[in-house]
């Protein structure tokens, strides 16, 4: 019998030796999975939880720096172009001789973003708390952007209609128009172009819900990768429990 059970334990540990360290490492990580971190396994209502956790301290940080000055104007990464749809018309009155009017316009958008982010913070919170959720672990197990991803395809329509008014209050502090009309009315009165006349309003919508969504989902990641951007208990132990 002695010898039996001698036999079997010489054999799990050729066993244990055989395994490569990357196989012992998978190994741990199911383990640890399995048991939800020695014992204290997650809920799914306490994942759902930590998600919204991180969405609102991923919209509110990031809805604070684009509401600074620069806050879309000087990060290339949100910043607003002039509408792609009507390159044309920066293309000729640039020609003639308007690139200073173009740029104050660039720059008016961007301050206009600017002046929207300062409320977008509740409408993005409000969003937040009627967003459901059905499969926390999913989210919390997908990609370093999962939950921003589900955030935008749940509440996209639902920003768009509470932002634009927003917007286009800012764009009329700002005032856009200002810079906007001298060059769109001298471009359509050069002979044989079509006219053009983008909505401005909704150009700056989409454009600035868009920037926000890439702010939060650098914020997101942040939360995923950095234990030190964990700023509650829930967030620590949500997101603690993932092994990458």
């Not at 190994?27 to 399995?34: A, G, H, L, R, S």
């Not at 204290?40 to 991923?58: P, S």
């Not at 749809?85 to 293309?91: G, M, R, S, T």
């Not at 401005?200 to 989409?206: G, K, P, V």
Request: net charge positive; hydrophobic share 40%.
């Amino acid at each position: 019998m002695k010898k039996h059970i001698f036999g079997i334990s010489l054999a799990i540990a050729i066993g244990l030796i055989a395994c490569t360290t990357a196989q012992i490492n998978q190994m741990t990580k199911d383990i640890n999975n399995m048991g939800g971190g020695g014992g204290n396994k997650l809920t799914n209502e306490e994942v759902i939880q930590g998600l919204r956790e991180a969405l609102n301290v991923g919209t509110n940080n990031s809805t604070g720096s684009a509401s600074k000055v620069d806050g879309f104007f000087g990060n290339p990464l949100i910043k607003i172009p002039f509408p792609p749809e009507a390159i044309k018309v920066k293309e000729k009155v640039e020609q003639l001789g308007m690139k200073d009017q173009v740029d104050k316009f660039v720059l008016t958008l961007n301050r206009g973003a600017e002046e929207a982010s300062k409320s977008a913070a509740p409408i993005f919170l409000d969003a937040i708390k009627g967003m459901s959720i059905g499969d926390g672990f999913a989210i919390l197990k997908g990609a370093d952007n999962a939950a921003t991803t589900y955030l935008k395809d749940k509440t996209s329509g639902q920003l768009y209609t509470k932002f634009l008014p927003v917007v286009k209050n800012a764009l009329n502090t700002v005032k856009v128009t200002q810079y906007w009309n001298p060059v769109i009315s001298t471009y359509n009165k050069i002979p044989g172009v079509q006219q053009q006349n983008p909505n401005l309003d909704d150009y700056t919508t989409n454009r600035a819900i868009g920037g926000l969504f890439s702010l939060i989902q650098g914020e997101e990641k942040k939360i995923r990768d950095n234990p030190a951007a964990r700023v509650s208990d829930i967030l620590k132990k949500v997101f603690g429990s993932v092994v990458k």
